[in-house]
């Protein structure tokens, strides 16, 4: 029968020396969810593996069937867990290994009993309450170290072979029974949705586990010392929620709370002071745009303050000098001047397609520049096309062309500023533009003194 010398405490104080060193160097928030978020918000399933060590030692120091030799066996375990809150979820295990012991006493005294026995148990499967204790308390708020408790109960199968003092081995048939195992353990978190577990497993089996029937107990118990991980499942930019603690939510969004009311608070205070410093140049700029003497012209611009009533000021509040009447130049346009300007409209050429005055047209403007010149007459010119080609190209035409005899004229002395050229395009015809003669009429400058 294989032996290993080694005990469960030894175990988990390697494995803490083993992880610290990780603790230290990723520190894990798992609070990453507001309080009251709903479970879709967080990953809920976990797989874990572990390794330790089988044996009848247990913290209670009963129930061994005189087996006072304890032997220390390999075991191994896999669960997967569904997390249904932070504090409570419910895992199915697998357990396997081999637990044996030596009851040294009846080496001597009994001969013919049994004194040694091995069992070895290729599976177990129970389904446990796991019960994480960290997550119910504030002063846990994102611990590293989360203790647990589990409670569960199972089919064990296993098949024992005892050994008399003879060296005699007996091996019994494999049987399949109930049993209840109990765990207790802690969790580190060291990445998002990664722990290490460090655990005790208390495991209460049939009679038959250890070959030996009846005496003062019904039961027999074995332990499993273990150490391993557990991975949560899903998508990892979800926080695992059997890391995550509602109190301490709770208590943080309270914080938060009262930080935005404190925030807000210093806000309002802010500008209440910026209000009345706003006040303050309100009036200052109210006093500053009335009109004491009411000349229109507001204080802080009137240099002639106390002016009397209905009298008439400048921009600075000041009286004006008294205005004498202006002499209004009565213009009067002559039958004469008409016929000049009719001389140039029925005489105004251009190339076709463009706005370039033909040389044929010149001597009629000439009399028209001659007579804005001496009479200072304003003149409205007014281009227009047909509606031949697109809008957008008729309507810069006609600009042209407007354009062409204004600048024709300014260069032969008339003033700009009384020169007004517009280009209206094909929207207002005289004729009809479906005939060459309605187009050709429509293609028009027209002149308008005033």
């Known amino acids: 029968m294989t032996r290993i010398k080694s005990n469960g405490v030894g175990l988990l104080a390697l494995v803490g020396v083993l992880v610290a060193p990780q603790l230290m160097a990723q520190p894990y928030s798992a609070n990453d969810v507001p309080f009251l978020a709903p479970a879709s918000a967080y990953r809920t399933w976990s797989i874990g593996v572990n390794g330790g060590v089988l044996n009848q030692w247990n913290i209670v120091g009963l129930n061994r069937d005189g087996f006072d030799k304890v032997q220390h066996n390999i075991g191994y375990s896999a669960y997967i867990k569904r997390q249904f809150s932070p504090s409570f979820g419910l895992k199915a295990q697998y357990l396997g290994g081999k637990v044996g012991g030596i009851d040294e006493s009846a080496l001597s005294a009994m001969p013919d009993v049994a004194h040694e026995f091995e069992t070895k148990a290729p599976w177990s499967a129970a389904l446990s309450a796991e019960f994480t204790l960290a997550n119910i308390n504030w002063q846990f708020a994102n611990s590293v170290i989360k203790p647990y408790v589990a409670v569960g109960a199972g089919a064990l199968n296993f098949q024992t072979t005892t050994m008399d003092a003879g060296g005699n081995a007996t091996t019994a048939e494999k049987q399949t029974k109930l049993y209840i195992p109990a765990d207790f353990g802690f969790k580190f978190a060291i990445a998002n949705g990664v722990n290490i577990d460090l655990g005790y497993q208390l495991n209460w089996a049939n009679q038959d586990f250890d070959g030996k029937r009846g005496g003062e107990y019904k039961n027999d118990l074995f332990s499993y010392t273990h150490a391993g991980v557990e991975f949560a499942l899903g998508d990892r930019t979800k926080p695992y929620l059997g890391n995550s603690n509602p109190v301490a939510a709770l208590k943080d969004a309270y914080l938060q709370q ?63 000098p008294e205005q004498k009447a202006p002499v209004i130049q009565q213009i009067t346009v002559t039958e004469e001047d008409r016929k000049i300007v009719d001389e140039a409209i029925q005489n105004l050429e251009f190339d076709l397609g463009k706005a370039t005055i033909r040389s044929s047209s010149h001597a009629s403007l000439n009399k028209v520049a001659v007579l804005l010149i001496e009479k200072n007459f304003s003149l409205k010119l007014a281009g227009h096309t047909d509606n031949t080609g697109s809008m957008q190209t008729n309507m810069r035409l006609s600009k042209e062309r407007a354009e062409a005899v204004k600048a024709y004229l300014v260069g032969k002395g008339a003033n700009a500023s ?33």
């Open 258 to 320: 009262y930080d935005q009311l404190v925030a807000q608070k210093a806000e309002l205070e802010a500008r209440k002071a910026e209000n009345e410093k706003l006040q303050s140049q309100m009036e200052r700029l109210y006093g500053d745009l009335a009109d004491e003497d009411k000349d229109g012209v507001a204080n802080l611009y009137d240099k002639c303050p106390d002016t009397p009533p209905d009298t008439k000021v400048d921009g600075a509040g000041c009286p004006l």
């Open 418 to 450: 009384r020169i007004e050229a517009t280009g209206y395009g094909p929207t207002q015809p005289i004729a009809d533009n479906n005939t060459a003669e309605g187009r050709q009429q429509n293609r028009r400058v027209e002149f308008t003194l005033y």
